[in-house]
């Protein structure tokens, strides 16, 4: 939007080249200027802006498109896991086993006793994660795998290896 410039005084105005001399009418010549409001930028820093601007939407569309496929990787990786393990060997129902894991480690299958001897949502202690075939550290094991490792030691022994909790 052009504004209307300050008009100079006889001398200030002739101090101006010819293209910048302001009419006391306001009004513009041929080959005059008129100052606009706010700063002007050259062609060069307008694409600059520009250039930014769009680099600046690019990268956040990026992100956004970036989180939705991690988030549907790890949702296809979860349901995956569950998938292996979706069969309960035995007979015994989920229920049976939250109610076990509730009573062990509030659910929690991260959970590591106060000692570090029982670890993971059903408190397995090494040996007896070995022998239903899982590998590594209990805690770390996916939940679905303990949940099905839980079933395995309960079809061979029952509620015993939880003498508190089964």
């Known amino acids: 939007m052009l ?5 100079a005084s006889g001398a200030q105005n002739e101090k101006l080249p010819p293209r910048v001399r302001l009419h006391a ?12 409001s706010g700063p002007m930028l050259d062609p060069v820093d307008r694409y600059s802006e520009l250039i930014v601007r769009r680099t600046v939407k690019a990268e956040r569309v990026h992100k956004v498109h970036a989180r939705k496929r991690r988030e549907a990787r790890e949702a ?13 060997p035995g007979g015994v129902t989920m229920a049976t086993l939250e109610s076990i894991a509730a009573c ?8 590591v006793s106060s000692g570090g001897t029982y670890r993971g949502k059903y408190q397995f202690d090494q040996g007896t994660w070995e022998s239903v075939g899982g590998t590594g550290d209990p805690a770390a094991a996916p939940e679905a795998e303990q949940d099905y490792r839980a079933a ?4 061979r022994s029952g509620s ?5 909790c089964g």
């Open 3 to 7: 504004a209307a410039p300050a008009v």
């Open 25 to 36: 009418d306001s009004s513009i010549g041929i080959g005059e200027a008129k100052a606009l």
């Open 104 to 111: 062990e480690s509030g659910g929690n299958p991260e959970a």
């Open 76 to 88: 296809r990786e979860e349901r995956e896991e569950r998938e292996k393990f979706e069969n309960l």
């Open 152 to 155: 395995l030691l309960y079809s």
């Open 160 to 164: 015993s290896p939880w003498p508190v």
